[in-house]
């Protein structure tokens, strides 16, 4: 964890700048391209940015820290865009602005992070107090969660999906009865119901059974190359 505590030098000008920038791409003369664009339009390009700055980290032994940099700015791009696109709406349709974004940020880091901004006392906690202690204060905040795995991304790739459901299962102490719902599926959910067992198995092990086989396949990709 790092030792000071600074704001670097030029963001909030840096920052500002950024929103003038996709005020102007939006805005009449600006870009057609920007100016055409919707949150479902993005969509692709969030994942893609997502995507590459998991590349800048992965894929090589250390993590390329001018290619990390390029790629935050993308993902950054599109919260900006996404943000800018929230705002062209009235407050009463559901807008809102990306000081809107980073003020909800702030409120909920210190909001989940009693240990560090509320009672001093509470600044001894362990990892796993500090991680029982989120899930609760974000059950607090979302009761219309009713079922355990209320939250989960629908979206998320197979073997991450798989991770997230075995996670909150345990956190919720729920069963999962994967041969109750495969009994009669053939070679297809047999596979999935080894590629389950195999998710359970790293998840023991403390591996991500996601990045482990992304980085497997970054690995072969370069050997069938050279």
Not at 104 to 110: A, D, F
Not at 125 to 134: F, G, K, N, R
Not at 156 to 185: H, N, R
Request: charged content about 30%.
């Amino acid at each position: 964890m790092a030792e000071q505590r600074i704001i670097p030098q030029g963001a909030p000008e840096a920052f500002e700048r950024l929103i003038e920038l996709m005020d102007t791409l939006r805005s009449e003369g600006g870009c057609p391209w920007d100016g055409k664009q919707t949150h479902h339009s993005l969509v692709r390009y969030l994942i893609e940015e997502s995507y590459e700055v998991i590349e800048a980290i992965e894929s090589q032994e250390q993590v390329n820290y001018e290619l990390l940099k390029e790629e935050l700015g993308d993902v950054l791009l599109q919260v900006l865009f996404h943000a800018r696109i929230a705002g062209e709406r009235s407050v009463e349709e559901g807008g809102f602005s990306i000081a809107d974004v980073v003020e909800g940020l702030n409120q909920k880091l210190e909001r989940r992070h009693p240990h560090v901004f509320g009672d001093s006392s509470a600044h001894s906690l362990s990892d796993q107090e500090v991680t029982a202690q989120w899930d609760e204060l974000k059950k607090q905040e979302k009761p219309e969660r009713l079922s355990v795995f209320d939250g989960i991304p629908p979206h998320l790739p197979a073997l991450a999906l798989t991770d997230k459901v075995i996670s909150k299962a345990d956190k919720g102490q729920v069963s999962l009865d994967v041969a109750g719902v495969t009994a009669d599926g053939g070679e297809e959910s047999a596979c999935a119901v080894e590629l389950f067992e195999m998710v359970q198995r790293a998840r023991a092990q403390g591996i991500d059974a996601e990045g482990a086989l992304r980085r497997l396949m970054y690995a072969l990709i370069q050997a069938s190359e050279k």
